[in-house]
């Protein structure tokens, strides 16, 4: 097998932390690390120690086994919406660009409206709506991501439509959604994979900046952002209940980020010299 | 006569990720002032990479391995970053291939002027530079952007940018190629009357024979980054001692007798990755021998020219019928 | 000639941002009347006396058509008449504070919180500007070396991957811990008292500025390797410029339009991540208030403020088109991607 990232450091930096964050927040909790539930686990709002390595809560739980667990929310949080906005995006930007005429304006109508509002508080409008939990994060991350993924479809889309083979193609006849499957997704693919991973990071933001603000995922689900609100009550007897937390979730968007430098190095070349 | 400009032996690398690339394979070339010399070639051939070299304005992954330019017998490799740009400013005038983009996208022409000249933007001087090259209506085109000229005029700009300093040696690279060809004679004209004008020298780096043919005093033919033939353009072109250089004159279009075909040379220009210790035109030569593949021949004065080729003598001899045929009977 | 040009290019986009605003508030409006239950008891709160909800009703038409309620709430709203806050008190006084409906005007609460998140946006945006943009052209000036382009990539990464609550919560431990000069809360308005309102105004800024000085030097690097590739600048080192009348002259200027696009994206993350920084550290602002209504679920603040950040985001933007255009003047005439 081929390695990926060939002396690109920082992109296998963010590879091997990735691997790390997933095998915690997956394999970790069935680990025995403790109860996360069990109220008096230990002492309150005890210091890291032995037997509860990341300390305890003001209800004596043992933090560990609850930032494990909030690794894994996070991500799954993060990544399920940006699959949902792709899976759009791609078929909303595709034809956009490709049909072009009222559909492809009234995209970018929309667009511009989804853009006009700031990313977090159209994050409180929607959650306002539906109310706090995950159907209100999944929403608002959903909304606020796909205006940019179908700008970057549409664009790549119009930039490769016009190229000979896919105008030849057309010409002998080929369906439409033929000519999109086979002619044009394949060749924008690396661009969406791009987007997709820096997508991942800007929803990890929402989520948690939702969550922090109470907004977010409720009890009895915990997430890095809600664990870190959690602490933040604390914060001066016990500043380890938010700040470890703080501490993955830093980590986290900062692989994923870094991950995404180097998608684009490699699969977006392109992209990386021109105007973003 | 005395040399303004000498080019010996230069050689010049790049690198890459395909590893070294060498453009310019120990090229030399003797330029008197206010000498127009045509510099002609195949892309590939070394002809930019020439131009550029000789204000060491290459980019920062190539390199100088071998050789010198002398400009007024001082080399340019001596100066120090100031004298560099001291150099480039007063003595040297670059005109390249696509004007428009050769200009500042977001300043008006008038202040890219005046930045050279070193003048206020309204200034007066600065209407009779844009006169100087032709151009009507300055006041107009001294106020646009770069976007708003077009082609023909953005060149006679960049010439004006080129020439405002009274500059020695004029190099053009390319300077008509992306223009329309209504007005590729007139940018020729207005280019060659500059020498008569400003008593500057000039070398046209150009794929375009007939120009060099027109205007040129001498022409120099480049081929895997070394100048395989030069002399005076009217000697060269009547009967070119390099079959390349004769190669390249009948594959030009307009060579061709009328009704005949425009006679392609098989093959491609050489990739260079070190010093070329053969003739490097030997896989697509008509004429080649043994030796030509075991020994790079030196320049020699031939018939009143200096050429890179071990037939030179006897093709600069042989018949003309002979030459036509170029068969490979001799040895 | 070009100044008019320049003017119509400027009405295009103005009337382009009108028409997105519309759509902004149709979103908005038809988003309160998703809210389940009756439109009175979703902006008056439940416990609203019967007379307030028939002022209500026929302030804004409620038993006509929704596209006649729809104008009717516009106009209102570009009157400058946003509706009324719930009562703050509601819980404990109950109906009674209520009766006057006049209480607290939307926009009255707005205008006197206003000035701190302005402060704010501002502190944090000048400081991105003046860390990221210059950090940005370094990097871009000495991207040849592979340590200053992977330390910048690296930091830029980190820059945008620390979410601002946990930079902030980071902070506030720090600070309220070990007496370092600045303060965790005790905002006094700029008017006041400026050296207590610096004390207490450095640590958000800083804490909303973290990502947008990422941000800006990331753009600004990219925007700089790009210039430095363009033609003309090997024109103007063919025609012995110097470095730096090259960077000033050329780079800076053409490296500027990137820049400026992503000083209105910041903007916006700004207004958002301005509710965060407040909420840490008790700056009594505009995204406090919002955020503290969505908790109340005072739809009217909610619908109120959303639509004045997005005016102000669109303004925003509009004034980066405006700019472009006069940066680069080829804008006007290839249009806006």
Redesign the interface.
């Known amino acids: 097998m081929r390695i990926p990232f060939q002396g690109d ?2 992109s296998r930096l963010a590879v091997v932390l990735l691997a790390i964050l997933l095998l915690l927040g997956f394999v970790g909790p069935s680990l025995p690390v403790g109860d996360p539930a069990a109220i008096a686990f230990g002492p309150r709002l005890s210091p890291p120690a032995p037997g509860w390595l990341m300390g305890t809560d003001n209800l004596g739980r043992t933090m560990l086994p609850r930032v494990l667990q909030g690794i894994r929310i996070t991500f799954v949080l993060a990544t399920a919406p940006v699959l949902i906005t792709s899976v759009l995006a791609v078929v909303i930007g595709m034809l956009a660009g490709y049909l072009g005429g009222w559909f492809d304006e009234l995209v970018a ?2 667009a ?2 989804l ?15 539906m109310g706090p939990g995950v159907r209100g994060i999944t929403a608002a991350i959903i909304l606020i991501t796909l205006p940019l993924m179908v700008r970057v479809v549409r ?1 790549t889309t119009l930039s490769i439509a016009s190229r000979d083979y896919v105008a030849a193609s057309r010409v002998s006849g080929a369906s439409l959604p033929r000519l999109l499957l086979v002619h044009l997704l394949p060749n924008i693919a690396g661009a969406v994979v791009v987007q997709a991973t820096f997508t991942i ?1 800007v929803s990890m ?1 929402i989520e ?2 939702l969550s ?4 977010g995922v409720q009890p009895p689900v915990a997430s890095l ?1 809600s664990l ?2 959690n602490g ?1 009550v604390y ?2 007897q016990a ?1 380890w209940l ?2 470890a937390p ?2 993955f ?3 986290a ?6 991950l995404g ?1 180097g998608l684009r190095d490699r699969l977006d070349p392109l992209e ?5 | 006569m005395k040399s303004l400009l000498r080019i010996e032996k230069i050689a010049v690398e790049y690198a890459t990720e395909g590893g070294r690339l060498r453009a310019l394979d120990g090229a030399t070339l003797t330029v008197a002032a206010g000498e127009t010399v045509g510099i002609v070639g195949e892309s590939g051939s070394g002809k930019s990479t020439l131009a550029l070299t000789i204000g060491r304005v290459l980019p920062a992954y190539a390199r100088r391995v071998a050789g010198d330019i002398l400009f007024d017998e001082q080399s340019v490799f001596a100066h120090s970053d100031s004298e560099l740009r001291a150099f480039r400013r007063d003595e040297l005038g670059f005109i390249f291939q696509n004007p428009v983009s050769a200009l500042d996208p977001t300043m008006r022409v008038k202040y890219q002027l005046a930045h050279i000249l070193d003048l206020k933007s309204s200034d007066p001087a600065i209407m009779s530079h844009l006169e100087r090259v032709g151009l009507k209506d300055v006041e107009r085109v001294a106020n646009r952007f770069p976007h708003e000229l077009s082609g023909g005029m953005a060149q006679r700009v960049v010439i004006a940018l080129a020439i405002a300093r009274g500059p020695r040696l004029l190099i053009a690279d390319e300077p008509t190629s992306s223009l329309d060809s209504t007005i590729r004679d007139q940018i020729l004209e207005l280019l060659f009357s500059l020498p008569a004008q400003t008593g500057a020298t000039l070398l046209l780096f150009t794929h375009d024979l007939r120009s060099v043919a027109k205007y040129c005093d001498r022409v120099a033919v480049m081929y895997g980054g070394d100048v395989i033939e030069n002399g005076l353009a009217e000697a060269v072109f009547s009967r070119p001692l390099h079959p390349y250089a004769d190669a390249l004159l009948k594959a030009a279009p307009g060579a061709e007798a009328i009704g005949g075909k425009i006679e392609a040379i098989p093959g491609r220009p050489p990739i260079l990755r070190e010093r070329s210790e053969r003739c490097p035109f030997a896989p697509r030569c008509t004429w080649v021998v043994d030796l030509c593949r075991k020994q790079r021949p030196a320049s020699e004065i031939i018939a009143g020219r200096l050429v890179s080729c071990h037939r030179a003598e006897e093709r600069a001899t042989a018949a003309p019928a002979q030459l036509v045929k170029g068969a490979n009977n001799a040895s | 000639m070009s100044y008019l040009r320049l003017f119509r290019f400027a009405i295009e986009r103005l009337a ?1 941002a009108l ?3 519309l ?2 508030s149709i ?2 409006f038809t ?1 309160i009347h ?2 389940p239950g009756s439109y009175e008891a979703v902006m008056l709160g439940p416990q609203a006396p019967e007379a307030a909800r028939e002022r209500l009703r026929e302030k804004y038409g409620l038993d006509d058509p929704l596209p006649q309620q729809y104008m009717r709430w516009l106009l209102a709203f570009l009157g400058g008449d946003m509706g009324i806050a719930l009562c703050r008190s509601q819980q404990s006084i109950g109906q009674q504070a209520c009766e006057n409906a006049d209480q607290a005007p939307i926009i009255a609460e707005f205008a006197r919180r206003a000035p701190a998140t302005i402060q704010l946006a501002f502190m944090a945006a000048g400081m991105a500007n003046l860390v990221g943009i210059p950090l940005g052209i370094l990097a871009g000036l000495s991207a040849g070396s592979r340590g200053v382009r ?1 330390t910048s ?2 930091i ?3 820059g ?7 930079l902030g ?2 902070f ?2 720090v600070f ?2 070990h007496d370092l000069g600045l303060t965790v809360g005790g905002y006094v308005p700029l008017s006041e008292d400026p050296e207590t309102n610096l004390r207490a105004m450095v640590l958000p800024a800083i804490t909303l500025s973290v990502f947008g000085t990422a941000l800006f030097a990331r ?1 600004t690097r ?2 700089v ?2 210039v430095l ?1 363009e033609p003309y600048i090997m024109a103007a080192v063919a025609r012995g410029e110097s470095p730096g009348q090259i960077v000033r002259r050329h780079v800076l200027r053409n490296a500027a ?2 820049v400026v696009t992503v000083s209105a994206v910041n903007m ?2 700004l ?3 301005a ?2 920084a407040e ?2 550290f008790s700056v009594p602002g505009f995204g406090w208030y ?2 503290a209504a ?2 109340k ?1 005072d ?1 009217a603040v ?2 109120a ?2 639509l004045v ?2 005016v102000a ?2 303004g925003v ?1 509009l004034l980066a088109d405006l700019a472009y255009a006069i940066i680069d003047p080829r804008t006007i005439r290839r249009g806006l ?1």
């Open positions: 450091f920082l109508r929309l511009d409206v853009f006009a509002f700031p990313s977090l508080l159209l994050g409180l409008i929607l959650v306002a709506i664009a990071s933001l948690s900046g922090f603000l109470g907004i952002g870190v609100q933040s914060l001066v500043p938010a700040l703080g501490f979730l830093a980590v968007i900062f692989s994923v980020n870094l430098d990386a010299h021109g105007l973003k | 382009s028409l997105t605003l759509g902004v979103l908005v988003a998703l809210i992977g990539r690296a830029s990464a980190l945008m991957g620390i979410p601002s609550f946990v919560t980071l506030v431990y309220s811990v753009t990219d925007a390797l790009t590739a339009i990137p916006g993350y207004l958002g991540g509710a965060i909420l840490l919002v955020l969505i908790h679920r739809y909610v619908q403020g959303v950040a997005a985001f669109v933007n991607g």
